[in-house]
Structures are given as C-alpha cells and as structure tokens.
C-alpha cells in the first residue's frame, strides 16, 4: 500500500512564497509520477504541476514561471516552491502518486491561504 502525505502550507501574504513538500511511503515502483493538484472552496479540483521518475515538469498555465516542482528521488519526495503567489492560488493542495503498478493515491491535503 501506498501513502502520501503533504505539508508546508499556511497563510502568506500576496508576492509572497510558500514551500510545499509531499513525501511517499510504502511499495514504490520505480516508475511513478507525483504531482499537485488544488481546488479552491466551492471550485474542482485542478492540476497545478506534476513530475515523473523519467520526464520533465508539467506546469498549469496559471503557474507557469512562478511555481516550480522539483523531486528527491532517493527521499520519494516531490516538493512545490510557490513564488509570486496571488489570492486566486488559495485552496487546499492536494499530492497525488500514480503508477500503473497501483490505483491513483491522494492525501490529505494542506491548505494555502494567500491573503493580506
């Protein structure tokens, strides 16, 4: 079984950063993708960035030159430096691992609250 669990987020004030961290635990394979997903209150879920062990980062349009995601391989730890952030980057930031060796795994959460 695998779980995932995230954390670094808070309030911060807009232009400001937050730094997210996602570590994964249990079974991993060797090939797998991990990546960040928001939803803001009464919104969807949305793809914010993800990452694999082979490829390059994918990035929403929304974030693209202001969040950049990065992984630690040996530690199975993606993180999500989030810089310039805006009030519309508040919600909950949810970390997702996909393989095809198990079904899509999400965790819990951790909330972002970009206000002044």
């Known amino acids: 079984q695998v779980q995932v669990v995230e954390s670094g987020g808070g309030l911060v004030q807009p232009g400001g950063s937050l730094r997210l961290s996602c570590v994964a635990s249990g079974s991993i394979p060797s090939f797998y993708i991990m990546g960040w997903y928001r939803q803001a209150p009464g919104q969807t879920r949305d793809f914010v960035a993800d990452?694999?062990?082979?490829?390059?980062?994918m990035y929403a349009e929304a974030v693209k030159g202001r969040f950049t995601i990065s992984r630690d391989s040996a530690k199975h730890t993606v993180y999500l430096q989030m810089d310039e952030l805006k009030t519309e980057d508040t919600g909950v930031y949810y970390c997702?691992?996909?393989?095809?060796?198990?079904?899509?795994?999400w965790g819990q959460g951790t909330p972002v609250t970009v206000s002044s």
């Open positions: 990452i694999s062990t082979i490829g390059t980062p």
């Open positions: 997702k691992i996909s393989s095809p060796a198990f079904s899509d795994t």
